[in-house]
């Protein structure tokens, strides 16, 4: 008799446990849409959210973890508040607009603003010994320094595509281990690439601004 009544208590111990598993909340941080973005912009952190959800079966959707593949690439099409990010609405391949340009630049640390991320939007400026920026400075298009001299003010304005870090422990990262890419205007492209070369360019980060 007590042999029976402890396999009864020993099953219904099993079958509570496997009630209580089945409603273990197994929930998950997954990326979502924090503002409008238009098609083809850069996505920058202000963009995404975290949301908690359950991820369904056959949604593939983009956890909260992979934020950092996420940052620097474009949407393929205009992506809604609220609504839940997923691969497709991405390209890392979306041609550039027309007028800009792709160019890698070669940086130290002290070239490059702490926290920089893909997307951002910086001031390029000369840093070379003869060079004299002045932020003030605008072109006739109302663009700080675009079109100036490398002595008489700021590069261009340009938005981070890429960056790739030097190795963990690398003893050279302060020298100038760091990539960064930028898209800048054409205009300024060869002027820019000349600087980089010679090690006179740095990077200032702009503060974000809304998109309409």
């Known amino acids: 008799m007590l042999a029976a009544i402890g396999v009864l208590v020993v099953v219904g111990c099993a079958a509570l446990g496997a009630d209580v598993a089945a409603r273990v909340d197994h929930r998950a941080g997954y990326l979502s849409v924090a503002t409008y973005v238009p098609q083809g912009s850069v996505i920058v952190p202000g963009d995404l959210a975290v949301v908690s959800m359950t991820s369904a079966s056959g949604v593939n959707v983009i956890p909260a ?8 690439k474009r949407a ?3 992506l809604e508040p609220g609504s839940i990010l997923v691969p497709s609405e991405l390209s890392g391949t979306l041609p550039l607009p027309d007028g800009d340009a792709l160019v890698g630049t070669s940086l130290s640390t002290d070239q490059v603003p702490a ?3 893909p997307g951002a939007s910086v001031l390029v400026v000369p840093s070379g010994p003869n060079s004299s920026v002045s932020i003030g400075s605008s072109s006739p298009s109302g663009t700080p320094g675009v079109g100036s001299s490398a002595t008489d003010g700021p590069l261009t304005v340009g938005t981070v595509y890429a960056i790739v870090l030097p190795p963990a422990g690398d003893q050279t990262a302060s020298s100038g281990g760091e990539i960064v890419t930028l898209e800048v205007p054409k205009s300024a492209a060869a002027e820019v690439t000349a600087a980089s070369a010679a090690g006179d360019v740095s990077l200032a980060e702009l503060s974000a601004e809304g998109r309409s």
């Open 76 to 78: 393929s099409e205009p």
């Open 65 to 72: 973890a992979d934020t950092p593949s996420v940052l620097g």
């Open 115 to 117: 926290g920089l991320t």
